[in-house]
């Protein structure tokens, strides 16, 4: 009988403690989930000595294989490959000069769209020649999209993955 009456006097305790807690929950609401969005950024790059399949590097030439990656939660689209390029610049006190520029996703899906699902990515390589003036200067590589500037249809949650400062060039 002792530990029946232990039982039932537990249950009155904990039944009379959820109803406590179902009053008004005083603190902040919970935060709203993130976007559902896409969300491209610039990953690992590399100076390259050759492209492969392709003529030599010519005088003052650079080659950098790059990656491309959806860090977001839902895939990229786009209507097409002019939409998205990756640009190797270097910036001045003018701002950025772009020496080239590249498409950063080629792949199309079964209705002719540029696709990159999330967590996957691509590389791709952009080569230009780097002119006297920016000598001395780093190298970067930014993602571009078509609309930049009008603000209308960039479908990326988060541009602060959208540069990557390269290292110095090798001699």
Known sequence: RAGDRRGRL????????GQQGQGKQKGRPPPPPPPRCPDLGVGTAV??????GEAPL????VAVSWQVR???NTPFVAMSVEDTSVAL???TAAGPTRIAIAPAITTLNEDGRVFLAYAHGVR???RGVVPAEA???????????ASEGTRRGIP???EANNTAPLPPRPV
């Open 70 to 72: 959806n860090d977001g």
């Open 58 to 61: 010519g005088d003052n030439e």
């Open 124 to 126: 791709g390589v952009v």
């Open 89 to 91: 610049e270097y910036t």
């Open 135 to 145: 000598a001395g200067r780093r190298l970067r590589l930014r993602l571009v999209y």
């Open 47 to 52: 100076y390259l000595s050759e492209v492969p």
């Open 10 to 17: 537990g249950r009155r305790h904990r039944d009379r403690g």
């Open 156 to 158: 990326d949650c988060n």
